[in-house]
């Protein structure tokens, strides 16, 4: 299982993060490989300063191997620095860049 | 043309469905074979239990076999047997892992 | 780098040609070639009709290689004519057939 979610809207976080467990959970039950990666770019990459609830499902994610990225194009228009983001986020030259990327190497496109 | 739709919003139905008669238009005046797949998880699982218009819809384009699929998770999260839903949905574990599972076998992914 | 950009809703324009600016930008930075089509359906074409700075946008990408598709299923149902639409406009017969085409050749989807 080899996954790429796409989230530019800050409103979408709570709804990806629960499709992102639904799969994770699904692959453990099932004893499947998984290699799952969140990229966030435009307004989503807000999302990665907050140290609400959300970042600490994103960190429980992440200890199960979930990639979080951040497209530095986003952060770049937003003002937001490197230092700001949460730790476990890794940041990408720009985000559809990724997406294009990981889909040609084969993993699948989900948009939630 | 192999095709996973995938829905997440209620609101979203019409467009997708409208999708979805365009691509078997297409394929039947083409002499196309097709598959296609409309894969609901969160809310939009919810239109799979209305007996109106939309029903009426998807039960016209499931006779032409397009297929509807609902996600467990989403099912079970908003309290929703499966005697609830309209006859020719069939149910899948994971929304997502079913979006993902298909796109490995070689479907496109359209998020209307 | 071979990507088609899925727009149906006309306020998503402004984000979606910034993602196509990102990736061309991104694209010439590292000597890669691309090939980039922008495929509008719905309610999206109708931004094709106007003459604003979205227009002068999407020339300026064309200029640089981009191709943007119209639906001609979302132009019949709107009532537009082909003489209304910016001259770099090339209409397909069904968008969504044109998004599962292309990913059928190895484009990857990208959905803002």
Same mark, same amino acid.
């Given at each position: 299982m080899r996954v790429i979610f796409h989230v530019d809207e800050e409103e979408?976080? $709570?709804l990806a993060l629960g499709n992102v467990k639904n799969m994770v959970a699904y692959c453990r039950q099932n004893a499947s490989?998984?290699?799952i990666e969140v990229v966030a770019n435009s307004q989503?990459?807000?999302t990665y300063r907050e140290s609400g609830h959300l970042e600490a499902e994103m960190q429980a994610l992440s !200890? !199960? +191997?979930v990639k979080f990225a951040a497209c530095q194009n986003a952060l770049r228009a937003l003002g937001i620095s490197q230092e700001e983001l949460s730790g476990f986020v890794h940041p990408v $030259?720009? +985000?559809v860049v990724e997406l294009a990327q990981k889909q040609a190497q084969g993993f699948a496109y989900i948009k939630p």
């Amino acid at each position: 299982m080899r996954v790429i979610f796409h989230v530019d809207e800050e409103e979408k976080w $709570p709804l990806a993060l629960g499709n992102v467990k639904n799969m994770v959970a699904y692959c453990r039950q099932n004893a499947s490989a998984y290699e799952i990666e969140v990229v966030a770019n435009s307004q989503a990459v807000l999302t990665y300063r907050e140290s609400g609830h959300l970042e600490a499902e994103m960190q429980a994610l992440s !200890q !199960q +191997g979930v990639k979080f990225a951040a497209c530095q194009n986003a952060l770049r228009a937003l003002g937001i620095s490197q230092e700001e983001l949460s730790g476990f986020v890794h940041p990408v $030259p720009a +985000g559809v860049v990724e997406l294009a990327q990981k889909q040609a190497q084969g993993f699948a496109y989900i948009k939630p």
